[in-house]
């Protein structure tokens, strides 16, 4: 059984209840000096600020055992790069057929030919990539997942000193598995 919510994701709400606690305790201090009711804010205050230390507490206690790999908050809100269209996609799914079909399988499922050789299994993309924003896709094809097969494609290769694969190369791949999961590529 997996957690249903993810540490980002913890990390998130507890962003969204400290800017409402902010907003309360605002609120509290604006009516407190004015001499009118600001016990119900500042209590609101104080609930808001118990949720954020037990959502937080739960970020950083039960989620670390998820498996789903951690991402740095600036990874999380890059955007992609290269352009929308059908020569991006094309140029993605070149890329993915030839470095990433043997694991994940041509249409992304995870039943590539080295796929039943691998502990833990890849992951199936169809479902997988619309749950992760682009940035977050662009840094594990870059950095790897630990304790899985996926390789980190952004690394140098010692052979030739460049990277496996370039950023455009993994921004490419990265529009071609958002057109697989929608449905739009063939």
């Known amino acids: 059984m997996t957690f249903p919510i993810s540490r980002q994701g913890l990390e998130q709400i507890a962003i969204a209840l400290a800017v409402g606690a902010a907003v309360f305790g605002l609120f509290a201090l604006v009516r407190w000096r004015r001499g009118g009711?600001?016990?119900?804010?500042?209590?609101s205050t104080g609930f808001l600020g118990a949720l954020i230390v037990v959502s937080l507490g739960i970020a950083y206690t039960i989620a670390p055992n998820?498996?789903?790999?951690?991402?740095?908050l600036t990874a999380?809100?890059?955007?992609?790069?290269?352009?929308?269209?059908?020569?991006?996609?094309?140029?993605?799914?070149?890329?993915?057929?030839?470095n990433c079909a043997v694991c994940?399988?041509?249409?992304?499922?995870?039943?590539?030919?080295?796929?039943?050789?691998?502990?833990?299994?890849?992951?199936?993309?169809?479902?997988h990539v619309p749950q992760h924003a682009p940035g977050?896709?662009?840094?594990w094809i870059d950095n790897g997942i630990p304790f899985t097969a996926m390789?980190?494609?952004?690394?140098?290769?010692?052979?030739?000193?460049?990277?496996k694969l370039t950023e455009t190369e993994r921004w490419e791949i990265v529009r071609y598995l958002q057109a697989l999961a929608a449905g739009t590529a063939s």
Not at 37 to 43: H, L, M, T, Y
């Open 37 to 43: 009711e600001w016990q119900r804010f500042a209590q």
């Open 66 to 72: 998820i498996p789903t790999p951690p991402v740095p």
């Open 76 to 98: 999380r809100f890059a955007q992609n790069p290269t352009p929308d269209n059908p020569a991006t996609v094309a140029a993605g799914r070149a890329l993915y057929q030839a």
């Open 104 to 127: 994940h399988g041509p249409k992304g499922l995870g039943d590539g030919p080295a796929a039943l050789t691998l502990n833990p299994r890849p992951f199936n993309l169809q479902v």
């Open 136 to 139: 977050e896709l662009e840094y």
């Open 151 to 163: 390789p980190a494609w952004g690394a140098v290769d010692p052979d030739t000193g460049k990277p």
